[in-house]
């Protein structure tokens, strides 16, 4: 069998594992050593994993269980660049974003509110003043010439507030014009989370699939790759060969220098070179032919 998938599953192992260091601030940090050491411990457990030469199941699982709390720490590795990576993309949008809604919250605070100017508040305090004076001068019947005056400065108050009144309209409607031209220089900018606005997902939510589909697909698939790439070049395991049709006993014949062969094991030699390119050695024939003593198999374990 090929290794090309045990290759190709270390290839991306490999780029994942550069991806993640080069996110974390790359090569020369002390975080460095411990990914390259994570990798490689999972390459070497899908190795184990893959070759099927584990006796114990406990030990089998202790190594499923670590290669599974990997996979969770590439998930969150993972996670935290690909948000890194989209909140840099989306910066410049939100930022389009929030300009344009800071003009659009000018624009109606101005809609809504009252023209005003400096003059007019001027004017309106020194009426109230005005009046304020009058009003208290008005009790004394004795006041002569300074309710007079008084009154005097209360109609003038009042003369400059009406005139005061079209100016402030004047500025007023002159803010909500530029206010209104600043909207339109600030036009609705696209959605800096376009996939998950039309999902109806949160952005967080989004983020974290693609997270654990990009953590799966590369560092899950380099595992499982890896995993059956290591079993190439392996033995077959000798129950799950072909059985050989079992001859009716026939008495062991003559070979070189007189050694004795028997016809079961020699179909046995022959197919197992034919499937595996080589024959078999003596604890592989003796699972096979349990029965038979080693120098029998010895006499048949090389067949012309």
Known sequence: MSRLPLYVGGGILAATTNATILATGGYLTSHAPLVIALSAGV??????????????????????AALVA?????????????????????????????????AVDRLTALEASEPTSARLTIAKQALAEAKAAVEKEAKDIRCGKECKRKQDLAFRAETDLKAAIPEAVAEHATAVAAAKADV????????????????????????????????????????????????????????????????????????????RRDPNVVDFVQAFRSQHGRNPNIPEMRARFPQLDKSTLWRNANVA
Do not use: C
Not at 43 to 60: C, D, E, H, N, P
Not at 205 to 217: H, P, Q, R
Not at 231 to 241: C, F, S, V, W
């Open 184 to 259: 339109e220089a600030n036009p609705i900018p696209p959605s800096a989370t376009p996939l998950a606005d039309r999902l109806g997902l949160p952005a967080w939510v989004l983020d974290l699939i693609m997270a654990a589909l990009l953590s799966v697909g590369a560092n899950g698939l380099a595992g499982a790759l890896i995993a059956f790439g290591s079993q190439a070049g392996q033995p077959e395991r000798l129950e799950n060969m072909p059985r050989t049709t079992t001859l009716p006993h026939t008495p062991p014949t003559g070979g070189r220098r007189g050694r």
């Open 43 to 64: 390459f070497a457990g899908a190795v184990v994993i893959g070759s099927g030469r584990i006796a114990s199941k406990g030990l089998a699982l202790a190594i499923v």
């Open 70 to 102: 990997g996979e969770a720490y590439n998930l969150v590795a993972t996670g935290e660049r690909l948000v890194i990576a989209r909140e840099a993309l989306q910066a410049p949008m939100r930022d389009l974003a929030a300009k344009r809604q800071a």
